[in-house]
């Protein structure tokens, strides 16, 4: 068996022009074609689609480790799995940052044979919606300091300037910068600093906007700086957001490739899971719905970041309902959990994997209890997997009543997905599914914050300084808290603090920093030691990445 990569340049594809309308019923023109193998889907020919929804189907997993649990894969995996049992299934992903493509993490199409392809123009520059996204961005800060230059009618204080630049690329020396030296004619000059696209709020707006005229409206609405009298300065009074929405023209339609098996995915906009809502659009959920006769899409990181964000915010502003929640774990990630290190983890060890299992039960009942989900728990399986081990976790599951799948679909494809796809189906038509937000929208934005910390993240108790108290205060006062929170942290444990494996209890998230995103309607709390702009590691994957003379890529994963 070959690489990621190399398995998906083996593979077949078809037209997808011809796939979509034998499979899908979408004609040739409600596409745009970009090439053979990706297009775009129209928007007019989606609003006109009365086709009742199909079944939604949440892939969530355990908080990852450096062990991987594969939830894209299992994504994969199982939209295949139930297109082979007869399910007319269509696919919903997030698109791959260029950060985590050349970082530390990889790409983001799947792994083995649950991949879609073509992988490379995925995990690279796909369709260019990302750079569209940056560039409505940066096109906002270019015209806030522009108007700052010509005299600043608006009356910005550089003091209170929260709009930041952004790119899609991990670079921590652009962190905090100055802008505007070398003179005069440069501007004024005032601290700045980048985020990746992935944490820009043009990103949000983008995946949770529901039309053309939404989107432009919600950026409108971003506020990037105040005057000295602290009146909220919006995208609307620089006059930026049609400029802005004209930028994201084409990238706000859905784009619509393949699998490996030639079943048909939508992968559409991507914000992080720890430093945003971690879902895909909104647009593209709801077009799968109408598409198939399943949808399968997922949440980023674990269960407490991705499906949290996926209820409380994408749900609540968008009146979508899972009907069935998988949650990814292997069983050497949650070895990782019980305190093993990563090279024992393909050695047994039921005490270290009890232990680890922690987390996975918290996720679980965090579903099932407060999200009042069914779910069913799907194993990535590993050649190094025992069955003692394998039994050990059906026990623990089988407590709370919630079946176990070992998954091959890495290394089998739909095939080894086929038992999943069965128990994903009589959980969807059970009916069972009475979803609820963790908090309601009357609670107070600090109340909110108490509530996914001591219901979802097993905390005692939230705290802050007094600056972010005020912060928050001033925020609920000037008529935001009905909004959603986002909260930003460490994806590797419930706490903040990423070395608290498995599931920490009693301890007190800190809200280090709140920034209200009055676009995309939500308030961003962030919590811990959590960057905006991440870095590279000291080898990153980039080095492995390679082109031909024939323009073949290689190392990409």
Known sequence: MGSDIEIAQAATLKPIIQMAQDRLGIPPEALEPYGHYKAKIDLQWLSNNQTPNGKLVLVTAISPTPAGEGKTTTTVGLGDALNRIGKRTVIALREPSLGPVFGMKGGAAGGGYAQVVPMEDINLHFTGDFNAIALAHNLLSALMDNHIHHGNTLGFDARRIVWRRVMDMNDRALRSTVVSLGGPGNGFPREDGFDIVVASEVMAIFCLATSRRDLKQRLGNIIVGYTREQTAIRASDLKA??????????????????????????????????????????????????????????????????????????????????????????????????????????????????????????????????????????????????????????????????????????????????????????????????????????????????????????????????????????????????????????????????????????????????????????????????????????????????????????GLF
């Open 241 to 554: 957001h049609g400029a802005m929405a004209a930028l994201l023209k084409d990238a706000i339609k859905p784009n619509l490739v393949q699998t490996l098996e030639n079943n048909l995915a939508i992968i559409h906009g991507g914000p992080f899971a720890n430093i945003a809502h971690g879902c895909n659009t909104v647009t593209a959920t709801q077009a799968a719905l109408k598409l198939g006769e399943y949808v399968v899409t997922e949440a980023g990181f674990g269960a407490d970041l991705g499906a949290e964000k996926f209820i409380d915010i994408k749900c609540r502003k968008s009146g979508l309902r899972p009907d069935a929640v998988v949650v990814v774990a292997t069983l050497r990630a949650l070895k990782h959990h019980g305190g093993v290190e990563a090279k024992d983890l393909n050695t047994p060890n039921l005490v270290a994997l009890e232990k680890g299992m922690a987390n996975l039960e918290r996720h679980v009942d965090n579903i099932r209890n407060r999200y009042g989900l069914p779910c069913v728990v799907s194993i990535n399986h590993f050649t190094s997997d025992t069955e003692p081990e394998l039994d050990l976790l059906r026990q623990k599951m089988d407590q709370q009543g919630v079946p176990v799948v070992v998954a091959r679909h890495w290394s089998q494809g739909s095939a080894g997905a086929e038992d999943l796809a069965r128990i994903v189906v009589q959980l969807a038509e059970s009916g069972t599914a009475k979803m609820r937000y963790v908090y309601e929208d009357a609670d107070t934005l600090w109340d909110k914050m108490k509530a996914i910390a001591t219901q979802v993240y097993g905390a005692a108790d939230i705290s802050a300084d007094a600056a972010v108290r005020a912060k928050i205060a001033k925020l609920q006062q000037d008529g935001f808290g009905h909004y959603p929170v986002c909260v930003a942290k460490t994806q590797y444990s419930f706490s903040t603090d990423p070395n608290l494996r498995a599931a920490p209890s009693g301890h007190v998230v800190n809200v280090r920093e709140v920034r209200l995103a009055a676009g995309a309607e939500f308030v961003v709390m962030i919590c811990g030691d959590i960057m905006t702009m991440p870095g590279l590691p000291k080898e990153p994957a980039s080095m492995r990445i390679d082109i031909d003379d024939d323009g073949k890529i290689s």
